[in-house]
Every structure is written in structure tokens, then in C-alpha cells.
């Protein structure tokens, strides 16, 4: 079953992103998005190593060493963007003014609880680091991932095998096959992608899912 390309979702992504939206992207595959942000909205971009106002990747002539984000990955500066100390930048994030934070997933409950740390494998990241803050901070938490892992395992899960970053800090998924919404009354399908009906996406779940009316 083949969805979306991971630009295709980033594409996704960008377009619920919102006029003057403070956004955090996570390290992987979230920071496509960055590259699928309309210049008609104005969206800024806060990396956890102290940048305010980040802009989408350079060309490859135009890379500037000093200009990255916290995966070390060249991005540009928009006008107006600002600088400042690791330590600020997590004020800011513990401070509660990120109105959205884009992750990447290991696995992610139905209740909204996030893993996307470690896999409990010996040369597994040894700490959580910035995630559990980033989790627990941004006003609004979504997961951009594949909804299987590389051997076609489900990423959405009744309960987290792997080691939890936050609980119930997500409250939608953006996968390849579909966009899924985590509420207080249960797990929704919000929209579907590549002709997958929501009876597939039980099948392959294996949990309880429903329509978003």
C-alpha cells in the first residue's frame, strides 16, 4: 500500500500550518515542511539551537556554514530572523510560546502518548534531550512519520513498547497513508490518502478507529 512521498506530506503539513504561527520543526522529515511554507503566510521557524525566523534549505552553492538548524542541517535566515543562546531558546520553549511542534515517531499511542527517542537498542540515542521539553511545551503537538516502521510495523499503536518521550501530548498524526486525530473522545481518521479506506486502516491498526464528522 504506497501513499504520500515525504514531500508530499510536508506539502501536507505546511498548508494547516497558520498566519503568524510560531513552529518548531523536528529533527528528520518534519523539516521538509519548511521548504512547502507559502511566502503569502507568515510563518516563523524556532530551532532549539537559537534561531528565530529559519528559513527553508539553501541551494548548495549558497550553504553557509553557520546557518543551521539543532540536526546540523544548512538552512537559511529569513528577514527580521533572530539569534540568541541554547538556554534562551528553551525559555521559550518551556515558556509555552511554540504554538506548534512537528516530531517524528517511533510510535504513538491512542491516548497521544509520543515515542520518538529511543528503541531501546544498544546504539540507541543514550537521553531523551530537547523532545520531553518540545512535548510538553508547544501548545500543539503533531507527528509527521510513515504509519509503518521499516518492517511493517504500525507506528500507531494501542499502547507505546518503546520508551516514552511525553504522554498525551499528540493530538494529530500525519502518516503516508493517512491524517489521524487524537481526542478525548478516541482516534479519528481526518483524511485518507492513496484510496485507503478507513476498514483498511482498521485491518492494518488492528485498533479501534473512526470518521471525523
Same mark, same amino acid.
Given at each position: 500500500?504506497?501513499?504520500? @512521498?515525504?514531500?508530499?506530506? !510536508?506539502?501536507?503539513? #505546511?498548508?494547516?500550518?497558520?498566519?503568524? !504561527? &510560531?513552529?518548531?520543526?523536528?529533527?528528520? #522529515?518534519?523539516?521538509?515542511? %519548511?521548504?512547502?511554507?507559502?511566502?503569502?503566510?507568515?510563518?516563523?521557524?524556532?530551532?532549539?539551537?537559537? *534561531?528565530?525566523?529559519?528559513?527553508?534549505?539553501?541551494? +548548495?552553492?549558497?550553504?553557509?556554514?553557520?546557518?543551521?538548524?539543532?540536526?546540523?542541517?544548512?538552512?537559511?535566515?529569513?528577514?527580521? !530572523? @533572530?539569534?540568541?543562546?541554547?538556554?534562551? @531558546?528553551?525559555? *521559550?520553549?518551556?515558556?509555552?510560546?511554540?504554538?506548534?511542534?512537528?516530531?517524528?515517531?517511533?510510535?504513538?499511542?491512542?491516548?497521544?502518548?509520543?515515542?520518538?527517542? @529511543?528503541?531501546?537498542?544498544?546504539?540507541?540515542?543514550?537521553?531523551?534531550?530537547?523532545?520531553?521539553?518540545?512535548?510538553?511545551?508547544?501548545?500543539?503537538?503533531?507527528?509527521?512519520?510513515?504509519?509503518?516502521?521499516?518492517?511493517?510495523? +504500525?507506528?500507531?499503536?494501542?499502547?507505546?513498547? &518503546?520508551?516514552?518521550?511525553?504522554? %498525551?501530548?499528540?493530538?494529530?498524526? &500525519?502518516?503516508?497513508?493517512?491524517?489521524?486525530?487524537?481526542?478525548?473522545?478516541?482516534?479519528?481518521?481526518?483524511?485518507?490518502?492513496?484510496?485507503?479506506?478507513?476498514?483498511?486502516?482498521? %485491518?492494518?491498526?488492528?485498533?479501534?478507529?473512526?470518521?471525523?464528522?
Amino acid at each position: 500500500m504506497s501513499g504520500l @512521498s515525504r514531500d508530499e506530506l !510536508a506539502a501536507r503539513v #505546511a498548508s494547516d500550518l497558520w498566519e503568524g !504561527a &510560531y513552529v518548531n520543526l523536528g529533527i528528520g #522529515a518534519p523539516t521538509r515542511v %519548511a521548504k512547502f511554507i507559502s511566502d503569502e503566510v507568515e510563518i516563523i521557524l524556532h530551532t532549539e539551537n537559537g *534561531m528565530l525566523g529559519m528559513g527553508p534549505p539553501p541551494a +548548495p552553492e549558497c550553504v553557509d556554514p553557520d546557518l543551521v538548524d539543532a540536526g546540523k542541517s544548512p538552512v537559511t535566515e529569513l528577514s527580521g !530572523a @533572530s539569534y540568541f543562546s541554547q538556554a534562551e @531558546s528553551f525559555a *521559550m520553549i518551556r515558556g509555552g510560546h511554540l504554538d506548534v511542534c512537528i516530531m517524528g515517531a517511533f510510535q504513538v499511542s491512542m491516548q497521544g502518548d509520543l515515542a520518538n527517542w @529511543s528503541t531501546g537498542e544498544v546504539d540507541a540515542i543514550p537521553a531523551v534531550g530537547g523532545a520531553m521539553d518540545l512535548a510538553v511545551g508547544a501548545k500543539v503537538v503533531w507527528v509527521m512519520t510513515d504509519l509503518l516502521d521499516h518492517q511493517d510495523q +504500525p507506528k500507531l499503536v494501542a499502547r507505546c513498547s &518503546y520508551p516514552i518521550t511525553a504522554p %498525551a501530548c499528540v493530538t494529530r498524526i &500525519y502518516s503516508d497513508l493517512a491524517i489521524f486525530e487524537i481526542t478525548s473522545n478516541g482516534l479519528f481518521v481526518r483524511e485518507r490518502f492513496a484510496d485507503t479506506t478507513t476498514e483498511d486502516l482498521r %485491518a492494518l491498526l488492528g485498533i479501534p478507529l473512526e470518521e471525523l464528522q
